[in-house]
């Protein structure tokens, strides 16, 4: 059984690789908005290390066996827009646990212009997803998930529905390498009227290194539909306070790629009692900086 899944996981991979390699420009691109603060304090690698909540954005496959909890998280971003976060995950079984999350996008007010360059007006663009997210371990502890997406967008009042799939793994490598790899909004396209675009498809791969201590390391790369080749790296700290509480600090860089901006980013966060609080700040230079906040609580 775990050889014939591990068959299906690498026809699905190569499948959305021939089709990554062959889209063109993409819709929805509030969908490459990564979730949680942790992982933006680390320039958005995650796909090996995420768990919990944030990995149904990531990699479905960190669902595996994770521990309840609740997350919520805002993101002031680029252009007066914003990000809203909610996600829950349910733990079924000592390696299954299910999960689901809700991002609504805002845009800020875009200039309406008629075919003469004269502005005549304002609009702005909405954007909501919802996924349902299933993990487990499989194939004797071989991490695997997948999340169900629907997807919703409306531009100048012209609205738009689509439905998605992520499929994602995990292989540890030994104690200290994990291996992670995801297929993100493989799935339908979003028909404004007479126009039909594709969701912004993405292959990510990438290694978290445990160099002991509190001290890790990641690294990502992303092969987009809608752009060109990109990277993540970061690098967490975080120790124990004795007790329940704990904190740590963060830092990494993001690489275009998957249709999002580039930059340098820094957090930190602290847990107490099962409850953390997680800040980043996400530099895009001349763009300007944007900040997230998030709240996860043990459940």
């Given at each position: 059984?775990?050889?014939?899944?591990s068959c299906?996981?690498?026809?699905c991979?190569?499948?959305a690789?021939?089709?990554a390699?062959?889209?063109?420009s993409a819709a929805?691109d509030?969908?490459?908005?990564?979730?949680?603060?942790?992982s933006?304090g680390?320039?958005d690698?995650a796909?090996?290390?995420s768990?919990?909540?944030?990995?149904i954005?990531w990699?479905p496959a960190?669902?595996a066996?994770?521990r309840?909890?609740a997350?919520f998280?805002h993101?002031?971003?680029a252009?007066d827009?914003?990000?809203e976060?909610?996600?829950?995950v349910?733990?079924l079984s000592?390696g299954s646990?299910?999960?689901?999350?809700v991002?609504?996008f805002m845009?800020g007010a875009?200039n309406?212009v008629d075919?003469?360059?004269?502005?005549?007006g304002?609009?702005?663009?909405?954007?909501?997803?919802?996924?349902?997210c299933?993990?487990?371990?499989?194939?004797?502890g071989?991490?695997?998930?997948?999340?169900?997406?629907?997807?919703g967008?409306?531009?100048?009042?012209t609205?738009?529905?689509?439905?998605?799939a992520d499929?994602?793994?995990?292989y540890?490598l030994?104690?200290s390498?994990?291996f992670?790899a995801a297929?993100?909004?493989?799935?339908m396209?979003?028909?404004?009227?007479?126009?039909?675009?594709s969701?912004?498809?993405?292959?990510?791969a990438?290694?978290l290194?445990k160099?002991?201590?509190?001290l890790?390391?990641e690294?990502?790369?992303?092969?987009?539909?809608g752009?060109?080749?990109?990277?993540s790296a970061?690098?967490?700290?975080?120790?124990s306070?004795g007790?329940?509480t704990s904190?740590?600090l963060?830092?990494?860089?993001?690489?275009?790629?998957?249709?999002?901006l580039?930059g340098?980013?820094?957090?930190?966060?602290?847990?107490?009692?099962g409850?953390?609080v997680?800040?980043a700040?996400?530099?895009f230079?001349?763009l300007?900086?944007?900040h997230?906040?998030?709240?996860k609580?043990?459940?």
């Open positions: 059984m775990g050889k014939i899944i299906i996981i690498l026809a991979f190569a499948a690789g021939a089709q390699a062959g889209a063109g929805a509030f969908l490459n908005i990564s979730t949680g603060a942790r933006a680390m320039g690698a796909v090996a290390g768990a919990g909540a944030e990995a954005y990699n960190g669902l066996g994770a309840g909890e997350l998280s993101t002031i971003w252009a827009s914003s990000l976060t909610a996600g829950q349910l733990q000592k646990s299910a999960g689901i999350l991002n609504y845009s875009i309406k075919n003469t360059g004269l502005k005549v304002t609009y702005s663009n909405s954007d909501i997803s919802v996924a349902l299933w993990g487990l371990n499989i194939a004797g071989f991490p695997f998930g997948v999340s169900l997406k629907y997807i967008s409306t531009i100048d009042g609205a738009s529905t689509a439905f998605a499929l994602g793994v995990r540890s030994g104690n390498l994990v992670g297929v993100q909004n493989i799935g396209q979003l028909k404004y009227n007479s126009l039909s675009e969701l912004p498809m993405n292959i990510i990438g290694l290194f160099a002991g201590g509190s890790s390391f690294g990502d790369v992303n092969i987009p539909s752009g060109s080749f990109g990277y970061g690098a967490e700290y975080a120790v306070l007790g329940s904190a740590a963060r830092a990494g860089y993001k690489s275009a790629g998957t249709g999002s580039s340098l980013s820094a957090g930190a966060g602290i847990g107490f009692g409850i953390y997680d800040y700040l996400i530099m230079g001349d300007g900086n944007n997230r906040v998030s709240l609580v043990n459940i």
